[in-house]
C-alpha cells in the first residue's frame, strides 16, 4: 500500500461540464502520474509531475490540465468533458528509493454522457 | 513496431499447470522492466521487478534477455487465485515514464 487516495471514485457526468479528478498521496512522492484505461489500448500516460508545479505531457493530454500545488496532492481536469473520455483514471506514483518501481491508486471510473 | 507486444490470450490453464507469458519490447535503451498484475476493475499491482540476471519470487519466475529485448513471466503450479491480468511494464533510459503492454489474461480453471 503506496497510501495513494483518489477521489471521486466514481462519476458521471454530463459532456461539456468540467470535471476534476484528485490523487492524494502520503508519502512524499516526487513523482505522480495520471493515466487512463480503455478496452484495446491498455494504461495511456496523460500528465505526469516531477514536483510542486512541475509538469509534463503524456502520450494522451489532449483535453485534460493537471496542477499540482502541493506535493501530496496531483489534480488532473477535464476542461469540457467529452464522451470519449468516458474512461477509468488510474493515479500513480513512484518509489525512487525502489527501483522507480510505480503504485497506483484505486482508481476513478469516470462516465460522461 | 509497437512499443511493448503481449499477447492478450486469454490462457485458460488447469490448476497446477505451468503457464508462460512473453512480452518484447521494442526501445534498445530500455532501463528497467516490471510484471504487474491487474484484477477486474482493479488498479494494477506490481508482482515483481525484473532483473537481467533472472529473479524467482516463489511460484513465479522472472526473465531478461536484452539481446531480444525479450521479458518471460513463468507462473509454476498454477492457482485459481493467479486468475487475472497480467501486464508487461517497461521504462526508458533516464526516464520515470513507464510503457505498459496491453496485458495477458489468465484464467486458472478447478
Known amino acids: 500500500d503506496a497510501g495513494i487516495t483518489q477521489s471521486p471514485r466514481h462519476k458521471v457526468t454530463e459532456t461539456g461540464t468540467p470535471v476534476t479528478l484528485r490523487c492524494h498521496q502520503t508519502e512524499n512522492h516526487r513523482y505522480m502520474y495520471w493515466y487512463r484505461q480503455d478496452p484495446g489500448h491498455g494504461l495511456r500516460l496523460i500528465h505526469y509531475?516531477?514536483?510542486?508545479?512541475?509538469?509534463d505531457k503524456g502520450e494522451v493530454s489532449d483535453g485534460y490540465s493537471v496542477s499540482r500545488s502541493k506535493t501530496e496532492d496531483f489534480l488532473l481536469t477535464l476542461e469540457s468533458a467529452t464522451s470519449s473520455q468516458t474512461s477509468v483514471y488510474f493515479c500513480?506514483?513512484?518509489?525512487?528509493?525502489?527501483?522507480?518501481?510505480?503504485?497506483f491508486g484505486p482508481g476513478t471510473r469516470l462516465t460522461v454522457t | 513496431r509497437k512499443e511493448v507486444e503481449q499477447d492478450p490470450g486469454p490462457f485458460n490453464v488447469p490448476e497446477g499447470a505451468t503457464v508462460a507469458f512473453n512480452c518484447t519490447y521494442s526501445n534498445s535503451a530500455s532501463q528497467s522492466f516490471f510484471w504487474y498484475r491487474q484484477d477486474c476493475r482493479k488498479e494494477p499491482k506490481l508482482l515483481m521487478s525484473v532483473y537481467s540476471s533472472g529473479n524467482e519470487d516463489g511460484r513465479f519466475t522472472a526473465q531478461l534477455n536484452r539481446a531480444s529485448q525479450y521479458i518471460s513471466l513463468l507462473i509454476r503450479d498454477s492457482k485459481l487465485s493467479d486468475s487475472a491480468t497480467y501486464l508487461c511494464?517497461?521504462?526508458?533510459?533516464?526516464?520515470?515514464?513507464?510503457?505498459f503492454g496491453k496485458g495477458t489474461k489468465l484464467s486458472v480453471i478447478p
Open positions: 511494464v517497461v521504462i526508458g533510459a533516464g526516464s520515470y515514464q513507464l510503457t
Open positions: 509531475s516531477y514536483g510542486v508545479k512541475d509538469t
Open positions: 500513480a506514483i513512484t518509489r525512487e528509493d525502489s527501483g522507480n518501481e510505480q503504485y
